[in-house]
């Protein structure tokens, strides 16, 4: 008898030590997370998003809950707090489309666009890190959650005056590093072509940000991101029976719609405007001179590669 006794509180002792919280601490949590879900989910729905974009509570919640930090990590709530996180980013990043900053007050503006740069910079596992299969987000992380994010709001041509005026010069060195390093990496297409949309975006309304990306080699990297699509286009109709007035109409082919192309045709332009870049445009003329001769490109981003020869040349 008295050994089944001890063997009892032996195994109580065991147990507890599996435990970090209370129950109560334990139901808080789940709490926490199925009220995330939900806003998540409603993200989803159409017309939900305008809605959403417009409670300023909502997006001062959202916004503390990306940049919520504890030097204790073993508080109750730190379990948690990670998945909150990514249904956070998937809700600004459903939401980042209708998101008009320019109508936002700063104390909300800033820690919004602060909060998605930092997670777009950050180099730690969190941030890098694929969700795992249980959050049906596969591929997704962190930072290509806040990338998109950014992508999106920067569309917005009310957003792109404002995004440069919230971002200091210190981290608009680290943003610019960051994109041109993932417009580089051919690996991650969807982060690449977001990266693009972003430097061109930037591009048009901060000449400061042009000249910070340029110190990164942008140029070159923006002319392979072409050059790419060029070539993948040029083995897939060497492939097919295609005739060259079809050409144009393909241009699902290279994997990156025309828009993306636009983008990163624009942003070349945007450098070779740039006078404090004018003796750095010359040596990748040549390169250039031959995506405005490609057959594979739409007229558009011919045109646009065109001025920028001219405005380079000047």
């Given at each position: 008898m008295?050994?089944?006794?001890?063997?009892?509180?032996?195994?109580?002792?065991?147990?507890?030590?599996?435990?970090?919280?209370?129950?109560?601490d334990d139901e808080a949590s789940r709490?926490?997370?199925?009220?995330?879900?939900?806003?998540?989910?409603?993200?989803?729905?159409?017309?939900?998003?305008?809605?959403?974009?417009?409670?300023?509570?909502?997006?001062?919640?959202?916004s503390q809950m990306l940049m919520l930090k504890d030097s204790n990590s073993?508080?109750?709530?730190?379990?948690?707090?990670?998945?909150?996180?990514?249904?956070?980013?998937?809700?600004?990043?459903?939401?980042?489309?209708?998101?008009?900053?320019?109508?936002?007050?700063?104390?909300?503006?800033r820690p919004i666009i602060e909060a998605l740069i930092y997670w777009c910079v950050c180099k730690c596992a969190e941030a890098v890190d694929v969700f795992p299969?249980?959050?049906n987000a596969p591929g997704l992380s962190m930072e290509k959650l806040a990338?998109?994010?950014?992508?999106?709001?920067?569309?917005l041509k009310n957003n792109q005056n404002t995004l440069s005026s919230i971002i200091s010069p210190a981290l608009a060195q680290q943003l610019s590093a960051c994109l041109v390093e993932l417009v580089s990496n051919r690996m991650h297409v969807s982060s690449r072509e977001f990266a693009v949309v972003l430097?061109?975006?930037?591009?048009?309304?901060?000449?400061?940000?042009?000249?910070?990306?340029?110190?990164?080699?942008?140029?070159?990297?923006?002319?392979?991101?072409?050059?790419?699509?060029?070539?993948?286009?040029t083995v897939r109709l060497s492939t097919r029976k295609i005739s060259n007035e079809q050409r144009i109409d393909h241009e699902h082919l290279g994997g990156t719609s025309n828009y993306i192309l636009c983008c990163a045709a624009e942003a070349i332009a945007a450098l070779a405007r740039s006078i404090e870049n004018k003796e750095h445009f010359l040596p990748y003329i040549d390169r250039i001179l031959n995506l405005t001769m490609s057959r594979n490109l739409v007229s558009k981003v011919i045109n646009i590669l065109a001025q920028a020869l001219h405005d380079g040349s000047m």
């Amino acid at each position: 008898m008295v050994q089944s006794i001890e063997y009892r509180r032996s195994a109580n002792l065991q147990e507890c030590c599996l435990y970090t919280q209370s129950e109560s601490d334990d139901e808080a949590s789940r709490r926490c997370i199925c009220i995330s879900n939900i806003f998540r989910s409603l993200s989803f729905i159409v017309g939900n998003d305008v809605i959403m974009c417009k409670h300023l509570r909502l997006l001062h919640t959202l916004s503390q809950m990306l940049m919520l930090k504890d030097s204790n990590s073993s508080k109750w709530w730190w379990n948690c707090l990670q998945v909150i996180r990514q249904n956070t980013l998937v809700v600004f990043s459903n939401l980042s489309g209708q998101l008009d900053v320019t109508l936002l007050p700063d104390d909300l503006s800033r820690p919004i666009i602060e909060a998605l740069i930092y997670w777009c910079v950050c180099k730690c596992a969190e941030a890098v890190d694929v969700f795992p299969p249980s959050a049906n987000a596969p591929g997704l992380s962190m930072e290509k959650l806040a990338l998109e994010s950014l992508a999106k709001i920067s569309i917005l041509k009310n957003n792109q005056n404002t995004l440069s005026s919230i971002i200091s010069p210190a981290l608009a060195q680290q943003l610019s590093a960051c994109l041109v390093e993932l417009v580089s990496n051919r690996m991650h297409v969807s982060s690449r072509e977001f990266a693009v949309v972003l430097i061109s975006n930037f591009f048009r309304s901060e000449k400061a940000f042009c000249e910070e990306c340029y110190s990164n080699t942008c140029l070159s990297s923006l002319i392979r991101f072409i050059e790419d699509h060029v070539s993948i286009v040029t083995v897939r109709l060497s492939t097919r029976k295609i005739s060259n007035e079809q050409r144009i109409d393909h241009e699902h082919l290279g994997g990156t719609s025309n828009y993306i192309l636009c983008c990163a045709a624009e942003a070349i332009a945007a450098l070779a405007r740039s006078i404090e870049n004018k003796e750095h445009f010359l040596p990748y003329i040549d390169r250039i001179l031959n995506l405005t001769m490609s057959r594979n490109l739409v007229s558009k981003v011919i045109n646009i590669l065109a001025q920028a020869l001219h405005d380079g040349s000047m």
